[in-house]
Nanobody, 124 residues
């Protein structure tokens, strides 16, 4: 059974830092593009960041550029999202995703594997 399982979401205050992780199982994702998306109630899923299979290429949404860092550890089949200077508008359920298309795509339909999500809440 192929799974992506996120962890690390919790309640924090504005300005705090938080690191999310996403562990893959059931297959290797070392050759996949991986990404983070987020979603708030009633809104569409929003692209946050993506990383190439080797980690040499990254892409970020303008809203998180300079504050968030995506990284991966292929030997552990794990993806990370380091979030600094958090703002209340970063509050959302964060999802990790994997794509075998080889492109740092920002659209959810291009990603075939999804985790269940982890809640991040930033209080002001």
């Amino acid at each position: 059974q192929v799974q992506l399982v996120e962890a690390g979401g919790r309640l924090v205050q504005a300005g705090d830092s938080l690191r999310l992780s996403c562990a893959g199982s059931g297959r290797t994702f070392s050759n996949s593009v991986m990404a983070w998306f987020r979603q708030t109630s009633g809104q569409e899923r929003e692209f946050v960041a993506a990383i190439s299979w080797g980690g040499s290429q990254t892409r970020y949404a303008d809203s998180v550029k300079g504050r968030f860092t995506i990284s991966r550890e292929n030997t552990k089949n794990t993806l990370y999202l380091q979030m600094n200077s958090l703002k209340p508008e970063d509050t959302a359920v964060y999802y990790c995703a994997a794509s075998d298309f080889g492109v740092l795509d920002t659209t959810p339909p291009r990603y075939g594997y999804w985790g269940q999500g982890t809640q991040v809440t930033v209080s002001s």
